[in-house]
């Protein structure tokens, strides 16, 4: 039962960072943080086994967004990604592990992308190429469609236990 508990609350806290990146192009540490030690806590609860890729991934998913984001600074002198975009795919690398986090940046790019170029077609305007766009939303679809295969299986056996 407290399986759907966490997922619940990780489905509920990442929905609350797409919409609040959507609306301000922000990431608040309140909300990326409980989501990075409640993946921890779940796999320390719930599948010990799990714990040190959990672990992994927040650490490494960190790491390549905190080096992708200082590369850029350092070659453009100015933010092209932000520390909660970082923040987030550690949360996202605690849920999913480590293995998941390329898919997890490629489908968030992909969508990233191709929603820019609808955008910029719709609208017949290439200045929009160049504004800033929030990249939480494309994260946390990205982390959505990894998840069925993470909490599947756990969501599964809880049901099975229910009934």
Known sequence: MTT????????SLSIRL??????????????????????????LVHNDDFLSASVTGAVTGYFCFWTVYWAFRLWKGYEGLGFGD???????????????????VFLAATGGLITLLVASMI???????????????FLVAAGFAVSCGTFYAPAEQVITTLL
């Open 123 to 137: 609208s017949g305007r290439r200045k929009i190429v160049k504004t800033p766009q929030p990249f939480g939303p």
């Open 86 to 104: 970082v923040k987030l795919l550690a949360a996202l690398g605690a849920w999913h592990g480590w293995e998941s986090l390329s898919t997890i």
């Open 18 to 43: 797409a919409w609040i990146d959507f609306k301000t192009g922000l990431l608040p540490d309140r909300f990326t943080c409980p989501l990075l030690w409640g993946g921890v806590i779940y796999y």
């Open 4 to 11: 759907l508990l966490f997922i619940t609350f990780y489905h």
